[in-house]
Structure formats: C-alpha cells, structure tokens
C-alpha cells in the first residue's frame, strides 16, 4: 500500500482532499471508478475518481524538497526534470536547484565542472546505467539522492531477469522519453532489447518474425530502436513485454497479446512458455488507475472535458487521447489557459503546438446544467485542479458555494 509523503501543502487542495479522503472510505478497495460530481447548480463538475499525483511523484517530490533543507550550503542538482510538471519545477529552480540536462539528454552542465561533495538528483523516470557511471567515476553516489520510481525500477529488474533466462526485451515505450531511455538501458545489459512506440511498430516486427519483411527493412524501420548487436532472426525467438509505465495500458496489454499471438502461430501452443514470457506483472498501478478512471469519466458523458498537466507529460496526454475520443476535449497546463469564458489556451496533442480556442464553454440553450469532466496527469497537484475548478466556477455567479458542493462528500452521502 503507498504510504502518505510529506508533500509541500502548497500542492495540496483542501477540497480535493474532502472529496478523495470520502470516495477511498466509501471504497477503499477502489472497484467503484465512476466519476466524483460537484454540483454547482447551473455547472457541475465531474471530476476522475483517480487523478494527479501517484506514488513516484510525491516520493520524487518529497525526496528533492527534504534534500534541498537539508543541505542548504551544497549545490544540488536534478538530473532532468523531476517530473513533467512546470510548476514543481519551476519551483525546484527558485529554491536553488539546477537542472543537469534537459529532458531530451541536452546537457546543460559541463559534468566536469561536478565535485564530488555535490548532490545529483535522480528523477522518478531514474537513469541510464552509463550516466549512473559517469557519476559514479565523478565520486558522485548516484544511488544516495535516488528518487527513480520502485515501479520503473521492477519493470528493469523483469528485463534483467528475462535476459538472464535467455530471452530478448520488447520495450513499449517512447524512444526518446527519459523513462524509456533509462529502462533500455538497463534492459539491455542483459536482454537484446528492441523499443516498439504502437502497434503499427508491433505489426511490422511481427511480419518480420513470419519472414514478411527483409533484414533491411528491418533495420531501417528499427535502426535506432535495437540494442547493440541485435539480430532479429535469433534475437525474436524468445521475448517478453515490458513497457514504459506510463503508456496506455491498454496498448501495452495489446501489444503483448499480439507478440504471444505470433509466438503461438510460429512456434504451436505447446512451446509457448519457450518462447513468450508473461510480464503483466510490470504494469504500474497509478497509470492503470487513472486511465480507467478516465474512461469511466468519458463513459459518463459531459459538454466537454479539461485535461490539466504539463505538456510534455506522457502519462497526462494519455488522458487526453482517452477523453478526445468521446467530447471537445482541451489539454491545459493550468487555470492560467482559461483566459476567459469564451478564450481558451490549450495544447493541440497532434500539432505538437499551443493554440487559442473560442467558444470552448458551451451555452445550454434549454437551460440544462453545462457538465464539465476534469482531470489531470500523475504530476499535477491537486491545487492546480482546484484552481482549474475556482476559474470555471468565476464564469458562473449564480453558482452555488463550494461548500454546498461539497457537502455530499463532507457528509458521507458521495
Ligand atoms: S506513473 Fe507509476 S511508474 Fe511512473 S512515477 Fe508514477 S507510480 Fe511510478
């Protein structure tokens, strides 16, 4: 069970606290993912049963603040980001903090320049063992300010344990995401390892195992993509599955399934275990939770849907991809994008590019309470949702209080 981290409370909100605290006791083994609802009167808000910081995060979080009071004559340092969260880095970067590299690798510190007396934080995505090397030859423990993610950290030891048993790694991931980066490293020590970014990628890997496709195409689609040395005739006889936690779980689950179905057509059920390691046990918990969360959310149907977390967020866009499917959906990284009732400053997942919007708040001519979904990727704070929520609530004077809407979960009638 995850335990309670000392976040700073300027992340915190009261009243998503009201509403979290009463669905986890009306629930608490979490079967119930039908969305929260704050009902204002002319607006009512629907709000993911699961939403914002997970388990890495606040443990990210918490280890950075407490290591930054605690040495507050040394230089410290974040590898990259902490998380995908402007705010919390922004933050980080007021106290003192700077950043080693960018997300991208880029690095923005000569690492020469490190001494060993120096703090270097490891983000909750963790990373490559080269860098934990260099590091470490800089007189830099790369383990002492660890905040890699327990989760990350057991989707590398299942690649570990698959190459040592002699099988290759599929990575469902984004190539050039810092988590994705990490765990192929990691993986490849021991398991020839190939990243697979969907399942058009999934599909043209498989061709290959049924002799559909050359050694060059091969190579030219997954040139960048393989570890050193791998040779997709041996190196795709015996694989697992493993992703990148924050992908949708559900495309991971597919892809799995395909590579088994492929394994059980070349090779008959009987040597499926031979050749197809079961990894379902890497899937990370808060990922699952939100996405499913955010289906039921979209299930319930609303006039439109709010999406808030940072823009290079992996896990958050998920979220979006998941709501688009069913309403106008807009992806804002906090209250600021709502510039008024009609303006909205939103991120366009598929331009890769920050656009205004008008008219993003529908009018009801039949009078019916505008419903709006709201949620928010794994390292979002709460506040920032509930200013998201105080911004919306502004556009409405007849509202009721938030009070009032709260009070069926105040009152244990939620
Ligand atoms: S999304 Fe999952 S794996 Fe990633 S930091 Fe959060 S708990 Fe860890």
């Not at 629930?27 to 002319?42: E, I, Q």
């Not at 950043?99 to 020469?112: C, E, N």
């Not at 860098?131 to 007189?139: D, H, I, M, T, V």
């Not at 289906?295 to 290079?312: C, I, K, Q």
Request: aromatic content about 10%; glycine content about 6%; proline content about 5%.
């Amino acid at each position: 069970m995850p335990r309670q981290f000392d976040v700073p409370s300027f992340y915190r909100s009261e009243s998503v606290a009201v509403i979290k605290t009463a669905r986890k006791l009306d629930d608490p083994r979490k079967k119930n993912v039908a969305p929260s609802v704050l009902d204002f009167g002319p607006l009512r808000i629907k709000l993911a049963r699961h939403f914002g910081f997970c388990f890495g995060v606040e443990n990210a979080i918490e280890i950075a603040y407490r290591v930054l009071e605690e040495n507050p004559n040394k230089r410290v340092y974040l590898l990259s980001e902490v998380i995908h969260n402007p705010q919390v880095n922004a933050d980080l970067v007021e106290r003192g903090v700077r950043f080693l590299m960018q997300t991208d690798g880029t690095r923005l510190v000569d690492f020469k320049t490190l001494k060993p007396e120096d703090i270097v934080i490891v983000p909750a995505f963790g990373t490559t063992v080269e860098l934990q090397k260099e590091l470490s030859e800089l007189g830099i423990d790369p383990y002492q300010y660890d905040a890699t993610c327990p989760f990350v950290e057991k989707v590398w030891k299942r690649a570990s344990e698959l190459g040592k048993k002699g099988f290759s790694v599929i990575l469902h991931g984004k190539r050039t995401h810092e988590e994705t980066r990490a765990t192929f490293s990691h993986s490849y020590q021991t398991a020839p390892t190939l990243i697979v970014f969907n399942m058009e990628d999934t599909e043209f890997a498989i061709d290959y195992i049924h002799g559909k496709k050359t050694r060059e195409e091969f190579f030219e689609r997954f040139g960048n993509s393989i570890s050193v040395g791998f040779d997709p005739d041996s190196d795709l006889e015996k694989l697992g599955v493993v992703n990148q936690t924050t992908m949708l779980a559900t495309e991971t689950k597919a892809i799995a399934a395909a590579f088994r179905a492929a394994m059980i057509e070349k090779y008959g059920e009987d040597s499926i275990k031979s050749h197809y390691a079961d990894t379902r046990d890497t899937l990370c918990y808060a990922t699952y939770e939100n996405q499913s969360a955010t289906r039921s959310l979209t299930e319930s149907g609303s006039d439109v849907a709010l999406v808030v977390g940072g823009y290079n967020s992996s896990n958050t866009s998920h979220l979006v991809e998941l709501c688009e499917t069913k309403m106008p959906t807009f992806y804002i990284r906090d209250e600021s994008e709502i510039i008024d009732r009609d303006t909205i400053r939103h991120f366009d997942l598929h331009q890769k590019q920050t656009r205004e919007s008008t008219q993003w708040l529908p009018e009801k001519a039949d009078g019916t309470p505008i419903e709006i979904s709201i949620t928010a990727g794994a390292s979002c704070p709460d506040r920032a949702v509930d200013k998201v929520i105080s911004r919306i609530c502004s556009f409405f004077p007849n509202a009721r209080p938030l009070d009032e809407a709260l009070a069926p979960y105040r009152d244990g009638n939620n």
